[in-house]
């Protein structure tokens, strides 16, 4: 006869077989049909550009197309809760920036959980921030837009992509720092800003180098300063914001997927695995090079410590900065 405590251990020992035997399968089966990469911003943008170019890689690696569904709006609300919402099963995934863990901090009511409802899968690049202005402005330098902008408190118009963006925090956080006041102007996409921008429509943006350096390249605006250490090799010309005489901000975008939070554990091993592959390829480096970014590798683990510590700073930074989002 088979004990009660005997029976329950192998029942136990049969589940874990069984589970083990799920992920195994789960993982060797994926993926198994197109890939869907949620996007939070309109195309061409930096978020778009680079989920295009992982896309393209694991396409070629695992023979499954890969299709970058842009959902822009909200500060990447629109597309967060259809990520939350979708098969939790590899097959639709996000790439993020900053703002999917600032949003909890300046918006109320948001229909999912930033940290909870989701599972980081691997961060892919950094990307500085360039303060950039069209030629109207009569500014060379950081210190002469700097003065610039204070003999006309209010008067200058700056963009993000939306209220309570990296982009809107960091324009604050900066303008905070130097003791400047300018208007915020919310779009939706970068393309938009960056197009006013050169038209003269607009008169200032801070933005990732992602974003603004095909702009900077071509002569449309002109970059003032750059955040970082050292000068970004794709704008070598372009001073250090501590160069310039504003040491201590020292901004950088992160960009990364995330996956739906009930997606096995084995698939979410595989893309990351497979996303890091990728970023060690010499091509992929001199891409997001020519892009105005950098590799960036981390495992689910540490895309999650980074996450929760960057929600714990940007916290502190509003709180310390006084910045008011106005809805």
């Known amino acids: 006869m088979i004990k009660l405590a005997d029976a329950a251990a192998q029942v136990l020992a049969l ?5 083990f035997a799920g992920s195994a399968i789960a993982q060797q089966d994926f993926p198994n049909k197109p890939i869907h990469i949620l996007v939070s911003s309109t195309p061409g943008g930096s978020s778009d550009l680079s989920a295009r170019l992982i896309g393209q890689k694991l396409t070629e690696s695992w023979g499954q197309p890969v299709i970058v569904d842009n959902r822009p709006g909200a500060n990447s609300i629109i597309a967060a809760e259809a990520l939350a919402k979708s098969t939790p099963d590899g097959h639709t995934t996000m790439l993020v920036q900053l703002a999917h863990i600032i949003n909890p901090l300046v918006v109320p009511n948001l229909p999912f959980d930033a940290i909870r409802d989701f599972a980081p899968v691997a961060t892919i690049t950094n990307s500085r921030y360039v303060l950039t202005v069209n030629f109207s402005i009569p500014a060379n330098s950081l210190k002469e837009f700097i003065a610039y902008a204070k003999s006309r408190p209010g008067q200058l118009n700056y963009a993000s992509s939306g209220t309570a963006s990296a982009a809107h925090l960091t324009t604050e956080i900066l303008s905070s720092m130097v003791g400047i006041t300018m208007q915020h102007i919310p779009y939706k996409g970068p393309t938009q800003i960056l197009n006013d921008l050169a038209g003269g429509q ?8 992602l974003s603004t350096l095909p702009y900077i390249k071509a002569g449309r605006i002109r970059a003032i300063a750059i955040s970082g250490d050292t000068r970004l090799p794709a704008l070598p010309e372009v001073p250090t914001f501590a160069e310039a005489g504003v040491p201590g901000f020292d901004m950088k975008n ?40 950098e590799p960036f590798i981390t495992t689910p683990e540490q895309f999650a410590e980074l996450m929760k510590a960057d929600m714990a700073r940007f916290a502190r930074i509003i709180k310390a900065a006084n910045i008011k989002i106005e809805k």
């Open 202 to 209: 607009l008169q200032v943006y801070l933005a990732t180098a």
């Open 15 to 19: 589940s874990l077989l069984a589970a």
């Open 254 to 293: 992160w960009y990364g997927f995330i996956a739906p939070g009930a997606t096995p554990r084995p698939v979410i091993n595989k893309m990351s695995a497979e996303i890091a592959k990728i970023l060690t390829m010499p091509d992929t480096v001199a891409k997001l090079a020519s892009q105005g970014g």
